[in-house]
């Protein structure tokens, strides 16, 4: 059965904005870390045993249409096959909706990725072992949300919250 999956590279020295061609199929490659060299591509239709050989080809007079997006104020995220919508006070997501099943996976008015802490009630286990949970309290606290990576293969939204005597960044 194939595959499909962003693939980290390394990039040799040279190789800037060009795309990588694997068979037919024609990639953009978005770049992650520049000393290093690294970058990502998102390949379809791999084999799931083996290798694909894939060669760097120069890029076209014009860019080729991303198929991701991310809204101005990165509260929204969205590709060929998710879309979706963060709360911008909390982080949490409000919307998951799966184009493909043609599903939100959100209950209207619920949340998901809800930060919370779990207080224990004191025992004399050790640190991994969890027995009971005194008081649950759901991080609400307003946000800091930013778009960090805008790329053809990725999107990357960051938000930081004050908690108890820090800052959480997810």
Not at 147 to 155: N, Q, S, T
């Amino acid at each position: 059965v194939d595959r499909e999956d962003i693939v980290e590279i390394q990039l040799p020295e040279g190789m800037n904005g060009q795309q990588l061609q694997c068979g037919n199929d024609i990639y953009a490659i978005q770049m992650i870390d520049e000393k290093t060299r690294r970058a990502i591509v998102s390949l379809r239709q791999l084999p799931s045993v083996g290798y694909q050989a894939c060669a760097a080809v120069p890029p076209p007079a014009q860019a080729l249409p991303s198929p991701l997006s991310v809204s101005d104020d990165g509260q929204t995220l969205e590709n060929g096959k998710l879309k979706v919508v963060l709360d911008p006070t909390t982080g949490a997501i409000r919307s998951l909706f799966d184009k493909r099943l043609n599903r939100e996976f959100v209950a209207a008015g619920k949340s998901a990725n809800r930060m919370e802490i779990h207080y224990e009630r004191p025992n004399n286990m050790p640190a991994w072992d969890t027995i009971a949970i005194g008081r649950v309290e759901p991080l609400e606290s307003p946000v800091t949300l930013k778009g960090v990576e805008r790329g053809p293969v990725r999107a990357t939204v960051e938000f930081s919250r004050p908690v108890l005597s820090g800052t959480v960044t997810q």
